[in-house]
């Protein structure tokens, strides 16, 4: 609660008990105002201690100095009911506005009166922006503060309240008042005047903040609970202190036998060690078997020495024998070949007879049948005169048909020219139908990938992308990943500027559909994962680079242009891991994005290209390096293209374009087809035709040949015919003669022949003998070579093991001398232990588990109850922090009850209070209206927070009442003054303003007001009224209580 809203509270609980002495704080002394409203300068105005009236016409400034006294004294602008921000308080064309109030600071309740004397200034200066500052001075001048705190306790300590209509009533309010149909307003007004709601919501306030306090202390009591359970525990671990020592004095003694325990094994190790050296230097097994082995190889190499001589003779006489096997086998060799040659002649001659013989039997058939001839009858020219007309005929008939299969194989050739042209058009009508009808699917996809994208964005990147993703998080969510991958990397990025995504796609490519993993485990799973909607060779490519989550520092590698930025610049990603696997993999910081083609032609290939820039794309997709230019396929952004509706129309565009070709060339290729169907017929048919005729000339042909040679052979001459058979028979005798001479000399050679192979057979026999008379020799020699490598073998390893025996034993007697020093230092050791030797009856390994048993028991004990310091330490604070706490809620439990009752208290004594109030309020105001000859009521109602205010004129007593709404203007401002009056006598406060009180009333209601002011202001003589009046004050009494302040009228009425 607030020190203003205490003060308050208590201000009104004791009411007049607590009054401060009246007339000596907290009086307005002076104001002065500059720059404030449309006043460039007012006053100051010096107030008197009792009743003041503030005079002018309107404009004048009368409500200014009014609206200036509660903005000066802090006061919010809203309360003011002239502005909704102070800045609406500077004056026009100005930059500040400046309002200074005095306040008396006398008398024994002064506010630290040897700090600001006799009088409190405050300044407050307003900027024109709303801002205020405060300067708090004292008496002389000096600046005390400029704090808003300080001027709050100041006005809490002179009971001064700005938004109380008691202090200060303005037209609106009084308007607001008397125009409302509320009664709930009335009473809500009669509250705030008296306090009274205040002090109801700070009793509400402290009801609940009892309620949450109680709470608090509930939960409180539970922790006390669980404070018991800790102290209890402390005091179990504390109890438990003794079996701890118990176990530290058994691991002690353990560790004394350990240590002499160790002695003696180290001393049976000792003897142990000693007993082996003695046996090892007393074993001769080594060096005997070494002379053993030394005797076997000198036994096996003399045996060797005389194999070896004897195998060396029998090769010598194998040499030899294999010289004159080479020699035999040449002549072998040239005997063979004359033999065959000699066999070639006798073979030819012998079909060279075979020959003449069936020439000489041809003859003898000839002849005979020419005999044969001339015996049949004499019609024999006849026929032969018929045969020789038919053979003409015949040939005429031939070359017909001959010219005939010369026509049809030129149509044949001209046909399968046609044919093949045909066919050729066909395939290159397939072939653009082809590849339009594959680029309508690819639209197609590509259309349906849309209007899927527009439900989900990563459609776009393929139809099983979403479901790929899915199958990520469940992956990582089931802890397969090490770290999630990203991608695809299409999805991650955005662009600063929309124009530039055809530029991006050609740049990155295949990269827009990529994944980036952390490390190649995660790759495998994502391939696993990939398998399931994508066959092998046809996935997603996968980056494998480690995740940072800082991005590269590129600042000496980046390409700088100050007209055109780099990749790296137009893009923004979700993570660092996206930017940094493209700078990697693609080098974005280092290639430019140029809008214009000419322009990037001119900065890449005419001039010097911009440092670290290696390549560059223009805004259609267009490839530029130094001397190369490379032609975008694309024309429209496939994946960062932001207008899906714009695409899909042009790819309905295009599709019905497409859709119009395929009819048209599924027409086409038609037509050729039964074209070629035709020309196939046709081709067939002549082929056919050209067959028969083949065969006909075939026929024709056949029949000239039986006929010609039936003419030949009837022509031939009997004679001639004997006269060659003559011939020929000569001939075959001679050939018989040169057959039986080439037999002979045949027979000549194969003898030859028969007996060098004889001659070779015996010298390869020989060379045999020798073979295997050296084969049981080469065999013994080669299993004595093996056995001497054997023993020599062995010889080596005897030698390696007597040299590793004496090793053995020198380095048994370096670790005996080793050990002795270890076991005078464990010796040492243990008499630092325990300075008497142990007897220990088990063994090292049973002992140290024993003690680290013991070990892990104390350090169970230590972990669940410390130290043996640090428990008595706990079980201490422990103890008094229970008792502090249980003694803390029960103190606590004990101020709630009686806070409770206090509060009950305090509300009885409020509701008698409120009671007593409001008919002291309906006293005062009966009194005042009697004074009018008026009569009237008020009502209250607490119960519904309610006040029903009625008036009842002069002349109107005898009727019903009159609500005040029903009043004329005078009226109703007169009974405003009756109710504002009755508020004053029964709150405090240390000056009291009205505004306007008597606009609307006539002079008997007027005079009558001032009157029952004038006898107010006489009873409370202590206190200060300041009035604000429009109307003439000459009727006013002359009396020194009575200061009026005649304002100038406003400047544009004297111009």
Request: aromatic letters at 6%; a positive charge; glycine letters at 4%.
């Amino acid at each position: 609660m607030s020190k203003r809203k205490g003060k308050l509270i208590n201000d009104v609980i004791t009411v007049k008990s607590c009054k401060v002495t009246p007339g000596d704080i907290g009086l307005i002394e002076s104001v002065t105002l500059r720059n404030f409203m449309c006043h460039h300068n007012l006053g100051p105005f010096q107030f008197g201690p009792n009743v003041n009236f503030i005079v002018g016409n309107n404009g004048s400034g009368k409500s200014a100095i009014l609206t200036a006294l509660i903005v000066g004294l802090g006061g919010k602008a809203t309360v003011t009911n002239r502005g909704v921000s102070l800045k609406d308080f500077v004056k026009t064309g100005e930059n500040t506005a400046d309002i200074s109030v005095m306040l008396r600071n006398r008398g024994a309740d002064a506010y630290k009166h040897d700090v600001y004397g006799d009088c409190i200034t405050v300044e407050q200066r307003i900027l024109s922006d709303g801002c205020r500052t405060y300067r708090l001075k004292s008496k002389s001048g000096q600046l005390i503060s400029n704090k808003k705190e300080e001027l709050t306790a100041i006005l809490d300590h002179f009971n001064i309240q700005l938004d109380n209509p008691v202090s200060i009533l303005s037209q609106e309010m009084s308007k607001q008042f008397l125009h409302s149909k509320s009664e709930s307003d009335k009473y809500k007004f009669f509250m705030k005047a008296t306090l009274l709601e205040q002090m109801k919501r700070d009793y509400i306030h402290i009801k609940h903040t009892e309620k949450v306090t109680r709470q608090q202390v509930e939960r409180q009591e539970e922790c006390l609970k669980d404070l018991k359970q800790e102290f209890l525990q402390r005091k179990e671990q504390y109890e438990n202190l003794s079996s701890l020592s118990n176990l530290k004095e058994v691991l002690e003694n353990l560790k004394k036998k350990m240590a002499w325990c160790l002695v003696e094994e180290k001393e049976q190790i000792i003897q142990h060690l000693k007993d082996n050296i003695e046996k090892e230097e007393n074993n001769y097994k080594h060096k005997e078997n070494l002379r053993l082995c030394q005797t076997k190889i000198i036994q096996l190499e003399k045996k060797m020495q005389g194999i070896k001589s004897r195998t060396d003779s029998l090769r010598e006489e194998q040499e030899s024998l294999t010289q004159d096997k080479l020699k035999l086998k040449q002549q072998g060799k040239s005997i063979s070949k004359a033999y065959k040659e000699q066999e070639l002649v006798y073979f030819r001659a012998l079909n060279k007879l075979k020959q003449s013989e069936q020439e000489q039997n041809l003859l003898q058939e000839k002849i005979n049948k020419a005999k044969l001839s001339e015996s049949l009858n004499s019609g024999g020219e006849t026929s032969l005169a018929m045969q020789q007309k038919t053979l003409c005929d015949l040939k005429t008939q031939l070359a017909e048909l001959e010219n005939k299969c010369s026509q049809l194989n030129k149509e044949i050739k001209n046909k399968h020219q046609a044919l093949y042209k045909g066919k050729e058009e066909r395939d290159k009508l397939r072939v653009e139908k082809r590849s339009i009808q594959v680029s309508y699917e690819s639209k197609l996809k590509r259309k349906n990938q849309l209007l899927a994208s527009r439900s989900n964005r990563l459609k776009r990147f393929g139809d099983h992308i979403p479901d790929l993703i899915n199958s990520i998080a469940e992956a990582h969510a089931a802890g397969r990943f090490l770290k999630r991958p990203i991608g695809p990397i299409g999805a991650c990025i955005t662009l600063k500027n929309p124009m530039y995504s055809v530029a991006v796609e050609c740049c990155l490519r295949s990269f827009m559909k990529a994944f980036c993993c952390d490390n190649y485990k995660d790759e495998t799973v994502l391939q696993e994962l990939m398998s399931h909607y994508y066959p092998k060779g046809n996935r997603p490519q996968i980056i494998v680079s480690p995740f940072s989550d800082k991005l590269y520092n590129v600042h000496g590698r980046k390409a700088h242009h100050p007209d055109y930025p780099s990749v790296l610049d137009i893009i923004t990603a979700t993570s660092p891991v996206i930017i940094n696997c493209l700078i990697d993999m693609r080098g974005i910081e280092s290639i430019l994005i140029i809008k214009e083609k000419d322009k990037a032609r001119t900065v890449m290939q005419h001039c010097r290209p911009p440092k670290n820039c290696r390549e560059a794309f223009t805004a259609e997709g267009d490839q530029v390096f130094l001397n190369r230019y490379y032609t975008s396929e694309f024309s429209l952004a496939k994946y960062l293209s932001g207008d899906i509706e714009t695409e899909l129309r042009l790819l309905e565009s295009d599709l019905a374009n497409r859709d119009a070709q395929l009819s048209r060339f599924e027409l086409h290729v038609n037509s050729v087809t039964e074209d070629i169907v035709n020309m196939e017929s046709s081709l067939n048919g002549t082929i056919m035709s050209l067959k028969s005729t083949q065969a006909s000339v075939n026929k024709v042909k056949a029949s000239i040949i039986e006929l010609e040679t039936a003419c030949e052979e009837q022509t031939d001459d009997i004679t001639s015919l004997e006269e060659v058979t003559q011939e020929n028979q000569h001939k075959i005798k001679t050939e018989k003669q040169t057959v039986e001479a080439a037999k002979a000399e045949l027979d000549k050679h194969r003898k030859m022949s028969e007996e060098s192979d004889l001659k070779y057979s015996s010298v390869r026999n020989q060379i045999d003998q020798l073979s295997e008379e050296m084969d049981p020799l080469k065999d013994e020699q080669l299993k004595l070579e093996v056995e001497c490598v054997k023993y020599e073998r062995n010889l080596k390893l005897l030698e390696n093991k007597l040299k590793a025996h004496e090793d053995n034993i020198q380095g048994m007697k370096s670790d005996l001398s080793e050990r002795e020093e270890e076991l005078q230092e464990y010796v040492a050791k243990a008499k630092e232990i325990s300075p008497e030797r142990q007897h220990v009856t088990c063994s090292t390994r049973a002992m140290d588990l024993e003690i680290t048993r013991l070990k892990k028991k104390l350090k169970v004990y230590e972990s669940s109850y410390g130290e043996t310091e640090q428990v008595v330490r706990d079980y201490a604070e422990a103890l008094s922090l229970y008792r502090e706490k249980t003694n803390q809620v029960r103190d606590l439990r004990r101020f709630i009850d009686c806070l409770d009752n206090i509060i009950t208290d305090r509300q009885n004594r409020y509701k008698i209070m409120r009671r007593s109030l409001s008919v002291r309020c309906k006293l005062y105001f009966n009194n005042f209206l009697i004074k009018m000859k008026c009569c009237g009521s008020m009502i209250f109602d607490h119960n519904n927070e309610t006040l029903s205010i009625s008036v009842k004129p002069p002349g109107k007593e005898k009727g019903s009442a009159s609500d005040m709404r029903l009043l004329s203007g005078g009226e109703r401002s007169f009974s405003t003054v009756c109710f504002m009056l009755s508020l004053w006598e029964i709150t405090e406060s240390p000056f009291r303003c009205l505004d306007e009180f008597d606009v609307y009333m006539d002079m008997h209601n007027r005079r009558i007001c001032l009157d029952l002011l004038l006898e107010l202001s006489e009873r409370q003589h202590r206190r200060q009224f300041i009035f604000i009046t429009p109307l003439s004050t000459r009727d006013f009494p002359k009396t020194n209580l009575i200061k009026i302040h005649q304002l100038q009228d406003p400047q544009r009425e004297r111009e």
